[in-house]
Structures are given as structure tokens and as C-alpha cells.
Antibody, heavy 120, light 106 residues
């Protein structure tokens, strides 16, 4: 069964850091582009970042560029999102998402998400 | 960045009726548009990719059309489980962006 599952969310103070992880199973992780997409409470979807299957290409939303970093460990079938200098507006459910191709061709498997709350 | 506009914001229909949802891009994105469904309390699900291709396991009552800047998602006959929020998303340029969503309710 193809699935992804996030962990690492929690409550963090503004300006602090947090690292999210995403464990993948049931598919060839090293062949898939992987995304992070977030959803603030009661709001719509916001794409955050993508990493290509070979890890060489990474793209970010303007709202997180320079603060967040996406990475992958194919040996562990795990995706990461390092979030630094967190702000209140980063509060959201963060979904790990598998792409149907090697980069950004369509987000076909979604995790249930992990909640990040940035508050003092 | 490419801005996606979805209309209407809310669509009130009955089971069995036809739903037509619109997504307009601020610039030409060719056929690089996807549609997602999000039911309450659930993660989104890919319905359509590249404007008209149904994703694996998606029923035939869902269809997509359009190219350039104007796109449509059609649900031919609404089932009770189709009442949800629908988002379009473009991959024509970085950064990837989503539309604000259309809520289909009873």
C-alpha cells in the first residue's frame, strides 16, 4: 500500500526551529518527487516546497524561501522539512505529498499531516 | 507568481445534478493544471492532472477540460460523497500555486 506519514509537528515559539519528517512506503521513493503542502486553520492549500527524485532540484514558495529547507534520505525512504525562523503565519497542518513523477507532475499520495503551531 | 481564480466560491446543488467548476489562470499555463478534492477532515485527493487526465481510481463522472488560462472540472452526476471542496493547482511555472477552492454543498 502506497503511503506517506508525517511526524515532528508541535508547538514552537516564534523565531525557533522545527524539523518535520515523512516516512514513505509502498513505492520506489527514490523515483518520486516529493512535496510539502500546508493548510492553515480554516484556510486553503498552500504549496511549500518540492524536491526532485534525484535530490538535485529544490523549489520553494516565496513565503518560506531562505527559512525552510527540504531534503531527502533515499536510504531511509524519508523526506524532511527543516523550518527555521518560524513565524505565527507558519501555523498550519503540514502534508507530505508524493508526486506522480520525478518532480512536479501531480500530487497523487497525501499524508494526513502534522500540526505546527507557532506561538509564544 | 501565477494566480488561480476559482468560481463560484460555493456551488449549492443536489445529488444527481451536474456540477461545473471553473479555474482561471493569470497567465498561460498550457495544460499544466490539476484538480484536487478535499472532504471534511481528510487530506486532499488528486482527481485530474494535466487538465484532462483522471488519476488512478477516480470515477468517470469526473472530467476535466481546458487549456491556456481557462479550465473546467465537471462532475456529471453528483454522488453524496462528492460534496467537498475542490482546488485547482498549476505547474506551469514556479512557484506552484493553488486556487482558493470551490465548495460544493447540498
Amino acid at each position: 500500500q502506497v503511503q506517506v506519514g508525517e511526524s515532528g509537528g508541535g508547538v514552537v515559539q516564534p523565531g525557533k526551529s522545527l524539523r518535520l519528517s515523512c516516512a514513505a512506503s509502498g513505492f520506489t521513493f527514490s523515483r518520486s518527487g516529493m512535496h510539502w503542502v500546508r493548510q492553515a486553520p480554516g484556510k486553503g492549500l498552500e504549496w511549500v516546497a518540492v524536491i526532485s527524485s534525484d535530490g538535485r532540484r529544490k523549489f520553494y514558495a516565496d513565503s518560506v524561501k531562505g527559512r525552510f529547507s527540504i531534503s531527502r534520505d533515499d536510504a531511509r525512504n524519508t523526506l524532511y522539512l527543516q523550518m527555521n525562523s518560524l513565524r505565527a503565519e507558519d501555523t498550519a497542518v503540514y502534508h507530505c505529498v508524493k508526486d506522480r513523477g520525478a518532480e512536479a507532475y501531480g500530487m497523487d499520495v497525501w499524508g494526513q499531516g502534522t500540526t505546527v503551531t507557532v506561538s509564544s | 507568481e501565477i494566480v488561480l481564480t476559482q468560481s463560484p466560491a460555493t456551488l449549492s446543488l443536489s445529488p444527481g445534478e451536474r456540477a461545473t467548476l471553473s479555474c482561471r489562470a493569470s497567465q498561460n499555463i498550457h495544460s499544466y493544471l490539476a484538480w484536487y478534492q478535499q472532504r471534511p477532515g481528510q487530506a486532499p485527493r488528486l482527481l485530474i492532472y494535466d487538465a484532462l487526465n483522471r488519476a488512478t481510481g477516480i470515477p468517470a463522472r469526473f472530467s476535466g477540460s481546458g487549456s491556456g488560462t481557462d479550465f473546467t472540472l465537471t462532475i456529471s452526476s453528483l454522488e453524496p460523497e462528492d460534496f467537498a471542496i475542490y482546488y485547482c493547482q498549476q505547474r506551469g511555472d514556479w512557484p506552484l500555486t493553488f486556487g482558493p477552492g470551490t465548495k460544493v454543498d447540498i
